[in-house]
T-cell receptor, first 117, second 113 residues
Framework: AQKITQTQPGMFVQEKEAVTLDCTYD???????LFWYKQPSSGEMIFLIY??????QNATEGRYSLNFQKARKSANLVISASQLGDSAMYFC??????????????FGQGTTLQVKP | DSGVTQTPKHLITATGQRVTLRCSPR?????VYWYQQSLDQGLQFLIQ???????AKGNILERFSAQQFPDLHSELNLSSLELGDSALYFC????????????FGSGTRLTVV
């Protein structure tokens, strides 16, 4: 079965510091993609970063990077130089590309990040 | 504007009623996904349509139904509403082939009183 686990319900970080949000996944499909989304208090879902299972390099997008450890089945999000506007809920998600894939995203339970001034 | 339009943004209705949530996908996207986000359940996949056909079903209650029309917009119908159906309902759309991007609408916040 496919599953995403985020074990940190809540995290605090000091402004300008880096923070790592944990995500582990489970799938038997060798081809999959991992996503991180940000959901601020206003409610919208904002795409942050994507990592494919066959990508050789860790994905980066500005201050966001994905620490992809395939053998450990982990895809942690690293936010560098935290800003007050980074305070939000963060979701890790996965889709698979196997023969039974439909394209749906499976989400973890989310991590609430609060950035302290 | 993400390109995915959901209406209405907010909906307050009484138990036992029926409501329809509407979603217009991003231009060119053929797949539409519906998700329910409640406080205790996180983001739950409900149903997916691809070019008018149902493609996958998640934990969607029998009281809920959906469809995708020829112009690719989709509607999620919720009937015999219960207090526990109060949630944020998201629609997302995605393209095909190498475009793995999923775009979410701003959601419909449903409150059942």
């Amino acid at each position: 079965a496919q599953k995403i686990t985020q074990t940190q319900p809540g995290m605090f970080v000091q402004e300008k510091e880096a923070v790592t949000l944990d995500c582990t996944y489970d799938t038997s499909d060798p081809s999959y993609g991992l996503f991180w989304y940000k959901q601020p208090s206003s409610g919208e879902m904002i795409f942050l970063i994507y990592q494919g299972s066959y990508d050789q390099q860790n994905a980066t997008e500005g201050r966001y990077s994905l620490n992809f450890q395939k053998a450990r089945k982990s895809a942690n999000l690293v936010i560098s130089a935290s800003q007050l506007g980074d305070s939000a809920m963060y979701f890790c998600a996965m889709r698979t590309f196997g023969s039974s894939n439909t394209g749906k995203l499976i989400f973890g339970q989310g991590t609430t990040l609060q950035v302290k001034p | 504007d993400s390109g995915v339009t959901q209406t209405p943004k907010h909906l307050i209705t009484a138990t036992g009623q029926r409501v329809t949530l509407r979603c217009s996908p991003r231009s060119g996207d053929l797949s539409v996904y519906w998700y329910q986000q409640s406080l205790d359940q996180g983001l739950q996949f409900l149903i997916q349509y691809y070019n008018g056909e149902e493609r996958a079903k998640g934990n969607i209650l029998e009281r809920f139904s959906a469809q995708q029309f020829p112009d690719l917009h989709s509607e999620l119908n919720l009937s015999s509403l219960e207090l526990g159906d109060s949630a944020l309902y998201f629609c997302a759309s995605s393209g095909t082939g190498a475009n793995y991007g999923y775009t979410f609408g701003s959601g419909t916040r449903l409150t059942v009183v």
